[in-house]
């Protein structure tokens, strides 16, 4: 009985370190995520902005051709994979995975992996690697979001692939955030009435050209779509941790409980035993 006493109370000391550490580590994802909300936010007009300028003069000028507006057979797929740097964030990494697995099902395809999580999955020979000089999601600024969109235009450009598409995770709330696809290029013209009357009512001439403008404009548009997309993921990798944190410090709180009853149990029934043992003593 007093090797099980020992033992519980080791297993309740180690349960309570992995407490403290666990409550720790929601305590610093709910504070950087309130930071990742707001850059989140601050990164979106910018991008609605590229997206509405582009959409005008595609609009205005229907017969312009753009290299990135063009369609061709779809021989080759280029994801750019955002995940995470780290693990216990529950399933955040995982659905990313799995989205991008299932769409790029029968196709021939290559891997932009964004993020420590992402490398590692897709160094073992899983998929084709267009580059892999972007290992810290959490890092990334806008110039490297630049570099990323130019190099990755620039291999379109050239036919290494015909078409580019982002897999990360949008932010909903807190307690719910979404695995997601985007379609980045070819880029999509609106083809709606109301986009080319908007367009229409604020006639813009464009030097050199309409064509040039557009061209020039797409490269910051998609580091605009990229930073977004980083921007979304890091925000959702921190309230997915700080929610798997929080069950594992409620989980361990309730081991504890459990643990700490059986303790007393056995606590109580060794001082029972002694007592049963003087009382027979005396008698005898």
Do not use: W
Not at 100 to 119: F, N, T, W
Request: net charge neutral; proline share 2%; charged share 30%.
């Amino acid at each position: 009985m007093a090797g099980s006493m020992k033992a519980l109370k080791s297993r309740m000391k180690s349960i309570e370190s992995t407490r403290q550490i666990t409550r720790a580590m929601e305590l610093v994802a709910s504070s950087r995520l309130r930071r990742a909300r707001e850059r989140r936010d601050n990164a979106r007009p910018h991008f609605e902005v590229l997206y509405d300028t582009l959409q005008d003069i595609a609009a205005v000028n229907t017969e312009f051709r753009s290299r990135y507006l063009a369609r061709r057979e779809i021989k080759k797929t280029c994801y750019v994979v955002i995940v995470g740097d780290r693990g216990l964030a529950g399933g955040y990494n995982h659905n990313v995975f799995k989205l991008m697995e299932e769409d790029a099902q029968g196709k021939e395809y290559c891997v932009l992996p964004v993020g420590r999580k992402s490398i590692e999955h897709y160094g073992h020979g899983k998929a084709e690697i267009f580059s892999d000089a972007f290992p810290t999601v959490a890092d990334l600024s806008v110039s490297d979001c630049f570099e990323m969109a130019r190099l990755i235009c620039d291999a379109y450009l050239e036919g290494r692939f015909d078409e580019i598409k982002m897999v990360y995770t949008e932010f909903k709330s807190i307690l719910t955030q979404e695995a997601t696809l985007m379609e980045v290029l070819p880029f999509h013209r609106e083809k709606t009435e109301e986009r080319r009357q908007s367009a229409r009512k604020h006639i813009i001439l464009y030097e050199p050209s309409s064509e040039e403008v557009f061209d020039a404009i797409i490269p910051e548009y998609i580091a605009g779509i990229l930073y977004g997309g980083i921007c979304e993921s890091v925000a959702s990798e921190l309230a997915a941790r700080r929610t798997a944190m929080n069950a594992a410090t409620k989980n361990a709180g309730e081991m504890l409980d459990k643990l700490n009853l059986s303790y007393n149990q056995l606590r109580q029934a060794a001082i029972t035993q002694e007592i049963t043992e003087i009382i027979a003593g005396s008698e005898a």
